[in-house]
């Protein structure tokens, strides 16, 4: 009978360490030109709900938990980056801490209280906390948060005498930041437990089997999703210097959910794909008629049909598909070489 600790082994072992460093640095490649292909308003928007998306596939894509409050994190690491420069006047290092520090915190409490709930009931949980806090700043801290109208008079921060709020400046700032994380993403997935998500991915009551516990990683993984939202908040608030209340509402949860499925939820550049293709259409068909969600909506629901596992999921099963049959057709020209 094979030990548990093997068995531990076995399964880390089974999963292949992808993806590719190449990918990294070729999407930093294209991103670092992206706003001479696109306006840099919209390239700042996808590098921002990109790097949102990498919180969250991390969450969705590898341990399968669906939230529907990641709204808070976000506009959590928005208000508290707002508030930390409006009032405390801090630099941009301080706000961006404070930001990732409130988020995390959050999703402590959360995780701590409902993570052992599955499917439905964790998403409901994690949907009223995010509304919980959209009713926080829309009323009780109207004081502070300055309710519907948002948070404004943020001050204009600078790096190293650059500022930051012209267009390019601001967008190469936010893609450095976003590269490291993507950076970080890729070394997550790399290590034993970016091994372990993946494990836990393809089968999650083996790897519960084998002995691990399983409750902790999508507890870390949660926390870890928080950070990626919050520091996400933190640079949608240099970006707009402003706080939108809508960052909190349950829309953002929705928009960030469809992203990911769009671009292919378990993949590594799925979140950036999605987020650039959806903000793309939402730019592109508000141009020309006000009703942009009604024509956005019915081509999600033709781009799920025709690439089911969203756009990179289909894109890898394909290449997929052909590879074995380059296999297959190789031992089938050479049977002694099998």
């Not at 630099?91 to 701590?112: D, E, K, P, Q, T």
């Not at 999650?204 to 908040?233: D, H, I, P, Q």
């Amino acid at each position: 009978m094979e030990h548990p600790i093997e068995n531990r082994e076995a399964i880390l072992k089974e999963v292949a360490p992808k993806p590719q460093s190449s990918v990294v640095w070729g999407a930093a490649l294209v991103l670092a030109a992206l706003p001479f292909v696109v306006s840099v308003p919209l390239a700042t928007e996808i590098l921002i709900w990109g790097l949102f998306g990498l919180g969250f596939n991390l969450l969705l894509g590898y341990t399968g938990v669906l939230s529907f409050g990641h709204a808070a994190y976000f506009g959590l690491g928005a208000y508290a980056a707002g508030l930390a420069m409006r009032y405390w006047n801090v630099g941009i290092g301080a706000a961006i801490a404070a930001a990732v520090a409130a988020s995390v915190l959050l999703a402590c409490f959360i995780g701590a209280l409902a993570i052992r709930r599955r499917g439905v009931y964790f998403a409901m949980i994690s949907l009223a906390f995010g509304q919980m806090l959209y009713f926080l700043a829309l009323s009780p801290l109207k004081h502070i948060t300055r309710g519907e109208d948002g948070l404004t008079h943020i001050p204009l921060v600078d790096v190293f005498s650059v500022a930051l709020h012209k267009p390019r400046p601001i967008y190469y700032f936010i893609y450095a930041v976003t590269m490291i994380m993507l950076y970080v993403t890729w070394r997550i997935l790399q290590s034993p437990f970016g091994r372990l998500l993946r494990a836990f991915r393809e089968n999650e009551e083996r790897a519960k089997a084998c002995g691990f516990n399983t409750t902790l990683v999508k507890f870390l993984t949660l926390v870890l999703s928080a950070l990626y939202g919050g520091l996400a908040g933190a640079l949608n608030t240099l970006y707009l210097n402003y706080v939108p209340l809508a960052t909190l509402f349950w829309l953002t949860s929705g928009t960030i959910v469809m992203m990911t499925i769009l671009g292919g939820k378990g993949t590594f550049l799925g979140p950036l794909i999605g987020a650039a293709v959806f903000l793309f259409l939402q730019n592109t068909i508000s141009l020309f008629t006000p009703r942009w969600e009604l024509f956005v909506g019915s081509i999600f629901v033709i781009i799920i049909l025709v690439f089911p596992g969203g756009i990179m999921g289909t894109l890898q099963v394909f290449l997929l598909d052909r590879k074995m049959a380059r296999l297959r057709k190789q031992a089938g020209a050479d049977p002694q070489g099998g």
